[in-house]
């Protein structure tokens, strides 16, 4: 197995980039790490270089610089409230930019492996059907950042079929410390932190606590990312892997968890905001092939994950 010698990640200064980076460090350490970032510096990067995924000159630019062998396509506009309020600027950075990214690719740099984040939430309503879904389930996208994400996993695997070599990773919600409180966990935790430290009266705003979510720590999504790389080399072009936990978690229930690390006495209100137009009650994948493909399972304990987020804006809120 052939291990890859200048490694592009877009997106490394994001929440998942800041684990990944390290991650790829420790897997590839004779590696050339490149990071695209918005900011000058990324930690463990030994070059970082800009990238705006709207500027197809800038992504050209980006790959002609940094001659990649392999590249962990991360940058997304990720937050689904953003994409209900901007669903143009979400497609243009999560499909036109992928797209542009992936046929230079093909016309400069075709040996190039390119791992291509895409999402779970593609599957979106097709989990009605209330079981584990795998990869050939339909997908059904219930949001406009489910939809961009489901439009360039198919285009990636078309692409795929004329020469591409794409792998799609498909990861279920993931979280840890770090993490913006746009999201359901940080924003439980930020909250709770501020009423323990008196900065927020006990008033907890939730969106809809009566969902099941397949959930997983962020350090295990990176290993199945660094996973995929590592076995790049013998995956057939254009093949697709959930990454998931199998285990569906009530939101509702993981706020009580956070809720009982503090001791405090809350009351919670339901936020209109926080809600979603179209929602779908359970979540969960199978990740059954990325198992036997890659050799990878969720090894990071529920409850660390929960301490470490709750600890972490502990930390943040006396800032």
Known sequence: MTSPQRILVTGADGFVGRYLMP???STFPSAVLIGCAVGPTVDHADRV??????????????????????VIH??????????FADPGGTWRVNVDGTLILAQALMQTLPQTQLVYISS????????????????DAPFAP????????????????????????????????????????????????????????????????????????????????C??????????????????????????????????????????????VTDAARLRPTDVLTVTGNADRARTMLGWSPAIDWDTTLDSIIEDWRRRVRL
């Not at 990454?243 to 939101?251: D, K, L, T, Y």
Request: net charge negative; charged share 20%; aromatic share 4%.
């Open 23 to 25: 991650t790829l460090r």
């Open 49 to 70: 270089l800009p990238l705006d995924l709207t500027d197809a000159a800038s992504i050209k630019d980006c790959l002609h610089e940094a001659q990649p062998d392999a």
């Open 74 to 83: 991360l940058a997304a506009a990720a937050i689904v409230s953003q994409s």
């Open 120 to 135: 779970a939430e593609a599957y979106g309503l097709t989990f009605q059907r209330g079981v584990p879904l795998d990869e």
């Open 142 to 221: 219930a949001n406009p950042y489910a939809a961009s994400k489901a439009a360039a996993d198919i285009a990636l695997g078309e692409m795929g079929l004329r020469g591409l070599r794409v792998v799609r990773l498909r990861p279920a919600n993931h979280t840890g410390p770090g993490q913006t409180d746009a999201f359901v966990v940080p924003a439980f935790a930020r909250q709770l932190a501020r009423i323990e430290a008196g900065q927020q009266e006990p008033v907890l705003r939730v969106g809809a606590l009566d969902r099941w979510r397949d959930f997983l720590d962020v350090g295990d999504v």
């Open 223 to 268: 290993a199945a990312y660094a996973a995929a790389l590592s076995h790049g080399a013998s995956l057939p072009a254009g093949t697709a892997l959930n990454i998931a936990s199998g285990v569906p978690r009530r939101i509702g229930d993981i706020l009580n968890a956070l809720i009982a690390r503090t001791g405090l006495s809350i009351e919670i």
